[in-house]
T-cell receptor, first 111, second 114 residues
């Protein structure tokens, strides 16, 4: 079983739609959680951190459920520019600090 | 400008010919790491470094070496590249490896081993 699992998609949605991505992680020692965005052939960039209390940044809302080992990302009012791959990321304290990426969920927003 | 710089961006090499991919950051970050990205597998961590002279294996370290002699530089060395190391490689740095610190990535190095 992969340490961080995501639905690979692709998700094809019209502009203005609300779309939700889910991610599960297997290691209960996971310490911190993030969503990164990656455009085609480009480097990943931080979208937002994911806190236990949940957090919101404009149209984006992230939630963490430590008991279920589950992370979510909600995008409201999708824009064409939201088309990208969304990566779920977890850090583990294993003596050192490893970073584990999910394989990503591809999103296409269409006019 | 704060950045992570990788070189080269593209490289085609032959099996067995040693190569080094350089990575440099100008943000005085303690934590640096290398990843490879393959279709369907996402980014997988090769090696990471918590600070100067401190390196540790990630999930896929076989066939790679790293060193961290200076805080800003973290080169990735392939002593004897093989075709299964053909991939897109990213270097990243963050202020620390602990907690909620943002990772900044280089632009990537696309390596082909023939």
């Amino acid at each position: 079983r992969k340490e961080v699992e995501q639905d690979p998609g692709p998700f094809n949605v019209p502009e203005g739609a609300t779309v939700a991505f889910n991610c599960t992680y297997s290691n209960s020692a996971s310490q911190s959680f993030f969503w990164y965005r990656q455009d085609c052939r480009k480097e990943p960039k931080l979208l937002m951190s994911v806190y236990s209390s949940g957090n919101e940044d404009g149209r984006f809302t992230a939630q963490l459920n430590r008991a279920s080992q589950y992370i979510s990302l909600l995008i409201r009012d999708s824009k064409l520019s939201d088309s990208a791959t969304y990566l779920c990321v977890v850090t583990l304290n294993t003596g050192g600090f490893k970073t584990i990426f999910g394989a990503g969920t591809r999103l296409f927003v269409k006019a | 400008e704060a950045q992570v710089t990788q070189n080269p961006r593209y490289l085609i090499t032959v099996t067995g010919k040693k190569l080094t991919v350089t990575c440099s950051q100008n943000m005085n970050h303690e934590y640096m790491s290398w990843y490879r990205q393959d279709p369907g597998l996402g980014l997988r961590q090769i090696y990471y470094s918590m600070n100067v002279e401190v390196t540790d294996k990630g999930d896929v370290p076989e066939g790679y070496k790293v060193s961290r002699k200076e805080k800003r530089n973290f080169p990735l060395i392939l002593e004897s590249p093989s075709p299964n190391q053909t991939s897109l490689y990213f270097c990243a740095s963050s202020l620390t490896g602990t907690g909620w610190t943002e990772a900044f990535f280089g632009q990537g190095t696309r390596l082909t081993v023939v």
